[in-house]
């Protein structure tokens, strides 16, 4: 694996993309990330540590000054995209995370 000690203790936002019927929301969430040698992390509020799979690593970007305020002040960003459970066919492939979709949306 790629060396990612760059990564350690950056603030790092997870930007997570939903299509409800036609329309995309967003949800950005953000923390501190955390590299040990072999896993990447990002420690999230209520103690969620969200592990970051070794397939995203490469869609880890530096966030721009133009973004740093929207993305929560993070350093890098991870964007990934998530969908309806009840309409998933392979549960068995879900990741638990522990986040949950904000309901004001």
Do not use: H, Q
């Not at 936002?13 to 929301?25: H, P």
């Not at 721009?64 to 993070?74: G, I, Q, S, V, Y």
């Not at 459970?85 to 068995?92: A, F, G, Q």
Request: charged share 30%; hydrophobic share 40%.
């Amino acid at each position: 694996m790629k060396d990612l000690s760059y990564l350690n203790e950056k603030r790092m936002a997870l930007v997570l993309w939903y299509n409800n019927r036609g329309e995309d929301e967003v949800v950005v969430y953000a923390g501190k990330s955390l590299y040990d040698g072999v896993k990447l992390i990002i420690l999230l509020k209520d103690n969620i540590n969200f592990e970051i799979n070794p397939e995203w690593i490469s869609r880890i970007k530096l966030v721009t000054p133009e973004l740093k305020k929207t993305l929560l002040d993070a350093d890098f960003c991870l964007s990934l995209s998530v969908g309806d459970m009840s309409e998933n066919k392979l549960l068995d492939k879900l990741i638990t995370t522990g986040l949950k979709w904000p309901k004001d949306r």
